[in-house]
């Protein structure tokens, strides 16, 4: 053995000397066992975080002899999600030569996979047709938008379509579909016009058209089945029917209501109160034809709540303009004085309810003699002006005389159910701004039912009731 060492040039100073460094070593490495403090991490040395994802610490632990100093160790370095990498954070506990320190490396890296933005579902193509590929739009945590980087290819027999993206850092996403030759889309039917048309009694219904097409058999108009008749005699809602069938026998629909409303019959009693909204009297009379069900007509002014307004045409009254001031001095000084106030009293009731009323009535009638006084032969005039401007006016067959020659609601009954007939219809003058018209109304309503008078609200069907023109 000496002679080994002698051989290879190894005293005995040295090698003594050498016993002493691997001695001091191994001291040294107990006391770094036993007298450092020690750190542990947890999650290890190495962690990954997804890129653009919040760094949140994994933790540590720290101890030295028993004693716990986690709360003594210092966290340096900084992770910085936004930018790829490799990140340090140093954990370091004690101090001078009983210093402890411990690295960690954050790995900041991008693995997830693009989104392709299209369903699972299989794809249907027109038979005897060619799939094309679509653009099929792509989107990256990373590198954003990668539509144009979208790959698109179909399979040898034509039967399967794989789209296919990848991201800069190599993710990469695909999205395979089957490709069937049929046609499951049922043609569509688009009606001309409106799918309610309405009409009245005896206008004769014709269809306002429609057109047929398919994805794969392109125009099938001229193989439209149409069902369903409209007996234009007989008020009430017809439904018309449209089908049609694509080569594939995939079957489209459409549907059309035809509302037919009676004009006139004869024996229809269409109560009209003038004058109002008035509280007190109309929303009694309001409560009364809700309790009796009956829809009337209220030509309305500018006075009086725009709630009552509101109310009438809520419950599905019609309402219909009388003028806005009512003052005949003015109104009847020029045709287009009255226009004005016309317009008015058309625009307060559009701004309450919505409503483009266009069923007037004249201020005293259209037959009233006072508009001479201020313009001769206005009557005349307005009487066929207001047609020419998309109005039909309303005179009255039937007065309650509530506006002058009686106070007693037993008279306004008698003078109205007196005057009703049932050979022709009767337009029946009120004002909802009278009390005893206002008593009387659920009278005359209770007769009307019991005596077989239909009541009704004026509507586009309701032929005008006009008395001569005097002025
Ligand atoms: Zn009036």
């Given at each position: 053995m000496r002679k080994f060492f002698r051989k290879i040039g190894i005293t005995k100073p040295l090698l003594i000397g050498g016993i002493f460094v691997i001695a001091f070593f191994v001291i040294a490495f107990f006391i770094h066992l036993v007298l450092l403090p020690q750190i542990e991490l947890k999650g290890g040395k190495k962690i990954v975080v997804e890129y653009k994802e919040k760094y949140s610490e994994a933790g540590y632990k720290a101890n030295h002899l028993g004693k716990n100093l986690t709360k003594e160790v210092k966290v340096k370095g900084k992770v910085n999600t936004d930018k790829l990498g490799e990140y340090q954070v140093t954990y370091t506990v004690g101090s001078g030569i009983f210093k402890r320190k411990v690295v960690r490396t954050v790995e900041v890296s991008d693995t997830t996979k693009p989104k392709l933005k299209i369903n699972k579902d299989d794809i249907y193509v027109c038979p005897g047709t060619k799939y094309e590929i679509e653009k099929v739009e792509a989107t990256d945590?990373?590198?954003?938008?990668?539509t144009d980087k979208v790959k698109g290819e179909i399979s040898k027999k034509e039967d399967m379509v794989t789209y296919s993206v990848k991201d800069s850092n190599g993710n990469k996403k695909s999205i395979t579909k089957k490709i069937l030759y049929e046609d499951k889309e049922k043609p569509v039917i688009t009606l001309t016009g409106t799918e309610t048309v309405y009409i009245c009694t005896n206008d004769v219904y014709k269809d306002p058209g429609y057109k047929a097409e398919d994805?794969?058999?392109?125009?099938l108009t001229s193989k439209v089945v149409v069902e369903g008749t409209v007996d234009n005699s007989l008020a009430g809602d017809y439904k018309i029917t449209y089908k049609v069938k694509d080569e594939a026998g995939n079957e489209g629909e459409a549907n059309r209501t035809v509302k037919v409303s009676s004009g006139d019959v004869v024996g229809t009693v269409y109560l009209t109160f003038d004058d109002g909204p008035n509280e007190g009297t109309t929303n009694v009379i309001l409560d009364i034809l809700k309790e009796e069900g009956v829809k009337a007509t209220f030509f309305v002014t500018?006075?009086?709540?725009?709630e009552l307004i509101k109310r009438e045409f809520d419950e599905g009254h019609t309402v219909a303009l009388h003028s806005?001031?009512?003052d005949y001095a003015k109104i009847y000084s020029s045709d287009q004085a009255f226009f004005n106030d016309l317009q008015a009293i058309h625009d307060r009731v559009q701004r309450i309810t919505g409503y483009d009323s266009k069923f007037i009535r004249f201020p005293g009638g259209a037959?009233?003699?006072?508009?001479r006084r201020y313009s001769f032969g206005i009557m005349s005039r307005l009487s066929k002006e207001v047609l020419n401007r998309g109005y039909k006016y309303y005179d009255w067959?039937?007065?309650?005389?509530?506006?002058?020659?009686?106070?007693?609601p037993k008279q306004v009954y008698r003078n109205v159910v007196y005057s009703l007939r049932k050979d022709r219809v009767n337009m029946v003058l009120m004002h909802d701004i009278k009390p005893y018209t206002r008593d009387a109304i659920r009278d005359i309503i209770h007769y009307c039912k019991e005596n077989g008078y239909q009541i009704k609200k004026i509507d586009n069907c309701t032929t005008m009731v006009t008395q001569r023109v005097n002025n």
């Amino acid at each position: 053995m000496r002679k080994f060492f002698r051989k290879i040039g190894i005293t005995k100073p040295l090698l003594i000397g050498g016993i002493f460094v691997i001695a001091f070593f191994v001291i040294a490495f107990f006391i770094h066992l036993v007298l450092l403090p020690q750190i542990e991490l947890k999650g290890g040395k190495k962690i990954v975080v997804e890129y653009k994802e919040k760094y949140s610490e994994a933790g540590y632990k720290a101890n030295h002899l028993g004693k716990n100093l986690t709360k003594e160790v210092k966290v340096k370095g900084k992770v910085n999600t936004d930018k790829l990498g490799e990140y340090q954070v140093t954990y370091t506990v004690g101090s001078g030569i009983f210093k402890r320190k411990v690295v960690r490396t954050v790995e900041v890296s991008d693995t997830t996979k693009p989104k392709l933005k299209i369903n699972k579902d299989d794809i249907y193509v027109c038979p005897g047709t060619k799939y094309e590929i679509e653009k099929v739009e792509a989107t990256d945590n990373y590198d954003g938008d990668l539509t144009d980087k979208v790959k698109g290819e179909i399979s040898k027999k034509e039967d399967m379509v794989t789209y296919s993206v990848k991201d800069s850092n190599g993710n990469k996403k695909s999205i395979t579909k089957k490709i069937l030759y049929e046609d499951k889309e049922k043609p569509v039917i688009t009606l001309t016009g409106t799918e309610t048309v309405y009409i009245c009694t005896n206008d004769v219904y014709k269809d306002p058209g429609y057109k047929a097409e398919d994805n794969c058999d392109k125009d099938l108009t001229s193989k439209v089945v149409v069902e369903g008749t409209v007996d234009n005699s007989l008020a009430g809602d017809y439904k018309i029917t449209y089908k049609v069938k694509d080569e594939a026998g995939n079957e489209g629909e459409a549907n059309r209501t035809v509302k037919v409303s009676s004009g006139d019959v004869v024996g229809t009693v269409y109560l009209t109160f003038d004058d109002g909204p008035n509280e007190g009297t109309t929303n009694v009379i309001l409560d009364i034809l809700k309790e009796e069900g009956v829809k009337a007509t209220f030509f309305v002014t500018g006075y009086g709540p725009d709630e009552l307004i509101k109310r009438e045409f809520d419950e599905g009254h019609t309402v219909a303009l009388h003028s806005q001031t009512h003052d005949y001095a003015k109104i009847y000084s020029s045709d287009q004085a009255f226009f004005n106030d016309l317009q008015a009293i058309h625009d307060r009731v559009q701004r309450i309810t919505g409503y483009d009323s266009k069923f007037i009535r004249f201020p005293g009638g259209a037959s009233n003699t006072v508009s001479r006084r201020y313009s001769f032969g206005i009557m005349s005039r307005l009487s066929k002006e207001v047609l020419n401007r998309g109005y039909k006016y309303y005179d009255w067959n039937v007065s309650s005389g509530d506006a002058g020659n009686t106070t007693d609601p037993k008279q306004v009954y008698r003078n109205v159910v007196y005057s009703l007939r049932k050979d022709r219809v009767n337009m029946v003058l009120m004002h909802d701004i009278k009390p005893y018209t206002r008593d009387a109304i659920r009278d005359i309503i209770h007769y009307c039912k019991e005596n077989g008078y239909q009541i009704k609200k004026i509507d586009n069907c309701t032929t005008m009731v006009t008395q001569r023109v005097n002025n």
